[in-house]
Every structure is written in C-alpha cells, then in structure tokens.
C-alpha cells in the first residue's frame, strides 16, 4: 500500500480525497520538518461515510454475519498488526515524537492483545431468561437479547493514537457495530493504516470507514449526523462538553473518556525504593502526555525531601532526544502549539511561587521539546496543582495525616485514576474505596489491561473503554415477553 493512501479517507472500501481536495500539514514533532500533507475532511465526507457505514449495518454482509466470524475477523486483525508491528512503531514515532522502546513495550502490545481479548467477545453476547409473576394469571417467557447499537462515530485523541482507536474499535466491531473512525489532526497516519488492515482482515468494504481532518468540521460534523447512533470520545474535558451538549438532544448513547489530574499518593510506609520508579513513571511515560499522569504527587510529610529530591534526580537524569534511538527515554511533545501551552503552565507555576527544582537543563535543537520538570513547595490552590498540563511536569505537595491525603487526592475537578504506596494492605483497601476515582492502583501506577474497565468520575467522563463494560457500551438491551 502507497504510504500516501493512509493520508486519504477510506470511505466504502476506497481511499478518497476530501470532497474539496483540501489538505492540511503534519509536521514531525522531534524535528519540525513537513511529515504528510493529510485530507482535511468536510461535512460530504462525513456524510458519504456515515452512508457506507449505516448500508453495512441495516443490510449489508455484516449485518448478517454471525458473531463467531465477526470474532475470526479481529483476531485475523490482530495477525497483522503483530506482523506489521515495526511499520506501527516507526509510523507512531515518526508521528508523535515518542520513544520507539515505549511503542514496542506499551502501544503495540495493548493494541493486539485489546484485539484478541474482544474477538473472543463477539461470540459471547448472550441475553438473559427472567422468571416473573406472569401477566393477568398466565405465565410468561421473558428473555433479553443484545443488539448492536449501530453506527459508531470513534473519536480519537493524538497521544496513543493506535492503542485508543483499538480500545474503541475491538468492542464496537465485536458488538457488530459499524464505524466512522475520526483520527487527531495532530496524529493521524496509524489509525489511517489501521483501517486499511481491516479491508486485509477482510472486514467487508464499509464497516470501518475513516475520515482525517479537524475536529470542529469533521467530529462536530459526526456527532450531529442523525445516522450515528453512538459516539465514543477520548480527549479533552472542554471539548467532551461540548461532544454531550451536541448529542444529547438526539439521545445519542456516549461514552466520553476525558482529561485528568490523578495524585499519586505515597504514605508514612511507604518503601521509598520500591516508590520512586513507579512514581517516575506515572509522571512521565508518554512525556506526561497521558490522560493518566500521575501530575499531583501527594507525599507524608515524613519524606517530602527525600522524594522531592529524587524525583528532581530523575528528571535530570531522563534522556530527552531522538525517538528512534533506543537510549532516549523521553522524546517530544507532539506540537509546537502543544509545548508552547505546556511551558505557560511552567511560566504560570513560577509566577504563582513554586519551586523548579528540576527543569532547566538544556533541550535538543529542533523539535517540540520540553524538560522533564518537578515543582516542590506547591500549595493545593496554585493552577499547577489544579490543571492538566498533559506535559512532563509535577507539582509535589506535603500532607500530614492519610485524611488530610484522601482530602486533596480528591480536591479536584477529575476523577480519572490514582495511586498509592503503602506496605498496610488493610489501610491500602480503604483508602482506595474513599477515592473518587475510576482506577486505583496500589503500589504500582494504573496498569492498563484490556480486562480491566477505564473510565472516569466526575469531569473525567461518562461510561468504560476496555473489559465487558466497553462492549455494553455498543449494545442495547431489548426484553421479549411471551405470555403463555
Ligand atoms: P481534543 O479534545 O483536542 O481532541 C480529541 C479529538 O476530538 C480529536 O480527534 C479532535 O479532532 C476531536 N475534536 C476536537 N474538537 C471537536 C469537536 N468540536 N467535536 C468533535 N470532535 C472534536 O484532545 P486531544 O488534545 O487530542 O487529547 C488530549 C486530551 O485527551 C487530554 O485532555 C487527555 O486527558 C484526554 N485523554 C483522555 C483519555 C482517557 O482515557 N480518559 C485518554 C487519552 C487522552
């Protein structure tokens, strides 16, 4: 396949430019150099897919096929991103500026496996039989089927392109759901290939259909066509609101995954040695461009020098650079209007009397690179505590008593995940249930398994990517009663 194919829509089986011919530019985040002229969709685009998808769905070859070949078909998919892996590596890398070693360890992995695990779903989608008291003295067969929800509008954000367009296709697909695949304008060169494996797969022309371009134009355009039923949505909060105040007038069904300030919480007990790697990592996998980060890390009094020191060590010690080297451990942000919102939060955090303790070291010429940076002496009110940077930067805050930690852990708008270091397991569990979010890792940071739901309270979203609860998401329920 033509590299240049998967910068075009892929709508009923076919590559197409926009309706227009209108393109936009990506550039490479770890150089800045021109990386692809994409399709920049319109609304007749939106229209011509959401077209293919609805004809496949009311009548077409898949609205028939039995959920056993609907699960052949993602494992077939998961064959050949397995044996495509290294081209997703460097199509990633090239695209977003990370680490070749995170891709291979986390966004490749996931995505097959997050493949597998809802291929064996497709089979499985089995309703309930309900004893009731009958009706008017006659007894009754009640019994619920499961039924695909319809066309799905897939939403996807810049920064696990792959991974998300997986968490979110695999349970729609197995559902028998089909498609319209909205990739990031600022990522969007994996999920185009990932759509056209599906034509290799064999999923019939029109189940997953795609279409590039801006959010405004493209996404709006998606979420209010009346042939999408359900729109599934990862990205920012401001935007999600946005998403729920379109479709709620037309009852769409969502599921909205959003932004995040998630503390990591480390106890009186905690074993500093056994912390600090896992704390790092919550901080700055990804560049700290996760809806994850580990951003407010909230620390017993006991050990806020020592953490905030070694916290500050290993900032500088991070080797920022080049993504295809297999030493850099941190690569670039993925835009230059992306960085330069980060470094104002940095900017911001300084104005308001934090102390940079690790940051200012020199950046690699070229590129959307930001320093690994740590805050100590931040107080809960200053907008770094407050807001999400989705960059490589952490606030440090002291606490006295574990009340005063579960206080601040939930001093915030989001509800997305946390975590916590402790060595008293009963202590671990009830902490864990007072926190008002939808991930609570103990001793580790939030692992991501296709099995295990992710989601969040509060302004961190509605509803489930991943595990059974995601498949719920693109089905509806329907009950049959036969009176006898
Ligand atoms: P974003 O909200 O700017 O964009 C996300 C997607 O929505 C893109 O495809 C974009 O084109 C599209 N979009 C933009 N405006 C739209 C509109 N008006 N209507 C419909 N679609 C529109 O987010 P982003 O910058 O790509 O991603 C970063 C955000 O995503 C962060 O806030 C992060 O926390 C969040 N995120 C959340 C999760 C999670 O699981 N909760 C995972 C990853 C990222």
């Given at each position: 396949?033509?590299?240049?194919?998967?910068?075009?829509?892929?709508?009923?089986?076919?590559?197409?430019?926009?309706?227009?011919?209108?393109?936009?530019?990506?550039?490479?985040?770890?150089?800045?150099?021109?990386?692809?002229?994409?399709?920049?969709?319109?609304?007749?685009?939106?229209?011509?897919?959401?077209?293919?998808?609805?004809?496949?769905?009311?009548?077409?070859?898949?609205?028939?096929?039995?959920?056993?070949?609907?699960?052949?078909?993602?494992?077939?998919?998961?064959?050949?991103?397995?044996?495509?892996?290294?081209?997703?590596?460097?199509?990633?890398?090239?695209?977003?500026?990370?680490?070749?070693?995170?891709?291979?360890?986390?966004d490749l992995p996931m995505s097959i496996d997050t493949l597998r695990y809802f291929a064996g779903w497709a089979d499985k989608l089995e309703g309930r039989q309900i004893p009731t008291g009958g009706f008017m003295g006659r007894p009754t067969l009640n019994y619920t089927v499961r039924s695909p929800l319809g066309v799905a509008a897939l939403i996807i954000p810049w920064n696990a392109p792959l991974m998300i367009a997986c968490w979110k296709l695999a349970p729609a697909l197995a559902a028998g759901c089909t498609v319209v695949l909205k990739p990031s304008e600022d990522a969007p060169l994996a999920v185009g290939a990932l759509a056209r494996?599906?034509?290799?797969?064999?999923?019939?022309?029109?189940?997953?259909?795609?279409?590039?371009?801006?959010?405004?134009?493209?996404?709006?355009?998606?979420?209010?066509?009346?042939?999408?039923?359900?729109?599934?949505?990862?990205?920012?909060?401001?935007?999600?609101?946005?998403?729920?105040?379109?479709?709620?007038?037309?009852?769409k069904r969502l599921t909205l995954e959003l932004g995040g300030k998630a503390p990591q919480i480390l106890l009186e007990d905690a074993v500093l040695e056994q912390a600090i790697g896992g704390l790092v990592m919550g901080l700055f996998v990804d560049q700290g461009q996760t809806c994850a980060a580990g951003s407010r890390i909230l620390v017993h009094r006991r050990h806020y020098e020592d953490v905030v020191?070694?916290?500050?060590?290993?900032?500088?010690?991070?080797?920022?650079?080049?993504?295809?080297?297999?030493?850099?451990?941190?690569?670039?942000?993925?835009?230059?209007?992306?960085?330069?919102?980060?470094?104002?939060?940095?900017?911001?955090?300084?104005?308001?009397?934090?102390?940079?303790?690790?940051?200012?070291?020199?950046?690699?010429?070229?590129?959307?690179?930001?320093?690994?940076?740590?805050?100590?002496?931040?107080?809960?009110?200053?907008?770094?505590?407050?807001?999400?940077?989705?960059?490589?930067?952490?606030?440090?805050?002291?606490?006295?008593?574990?009340?005063?930690?579960v206080a601040l852990a939930n001093d915030t708008a989001y509800g997305l995940s946390a975590s916590l270091w402790t060595q008293n397991v009963a202590k671990a569990h009830q902490i864990a249930g007072r926190l008002r979010v939808g991930a609570v890792a103990v001793n580790g940071w939030s692992p991501l398994d296709a099995r295990l739901p992710w989601g969040g309270f509060k302004d961190s979203g509605v509803g489930r990517d991943l595990s059974r609860s995601a498949l719920d998401g693109y089905l509806e329920e329907k009950v049959v009663t036969v009176v006898m």
């Open positions: 396949m033509p590299a240049s194919q998967t910068h075009q829509h892929l709508i009923a089986g076919t590559s197409r430019d926009a309706s227009d011919g209108a393109l936009f530019d990506k550039f490479e985040p770890s150089s800045g150099a021109l990386l692809a002229k994409v399709a920049a969709g319109t609304a007749r685009d939106v229209d011509a897919a959401v077209s293919a998808a609805r004809a496949q769905f009311d009548g077409g070859e898949w609205s028939r096929m039995p959920g056993a070949a609907r699960g052949r078909l993602l494992h077939r998919l998961a064959d050949l991103l397995e044996r495509d892996a290294e081209r997703f590596v460097e199509l990633l890398a090239r695209e977003q500026g990370r680490p070749v070693m995170e891709m291979r360890m986390l494996l599906t034509l290799e797969a064999g999923f019939p022309p029109g189940v997953v259909n795609l279409v590039h371009g801006m959010g405004p134009a493209v996404g709006a355009a998606l979420v209010d066509h009346p042939g999408v039923d359900k729109v599934s949505f990862t990205g920012s909060t401001s935007v999600g609101r946005q998403i729920a105040q379109a479709a709620g007038p037309q009852f020191g070694a916290l500050a060590d290993a900032a500088r010690s991070l080797k920022v650079g080049d993504p295809f080297d297999p030493g850099t451990q941190m690569g670039a942000l993925i835009s230059a209007r992306h960085a330069d919102r980060v470094r104002s939060h940095i900017d911001t955090a300084l104005t308001e009397g934090a102390k940079m303790v690790a940051g200012s070291e020199a950046l690699p010429a070229g590129g959307y690179f930001v320093r690994p940076t740590i805050f100590a002496d931040v107080r809960p009110s200053m907008r770094i505590a407050r807001d999400e940077v989705f960059g490589p930067v952490g606030a440090v805050i002291p606490f006295d008593t574990d009340d005063e930690a």
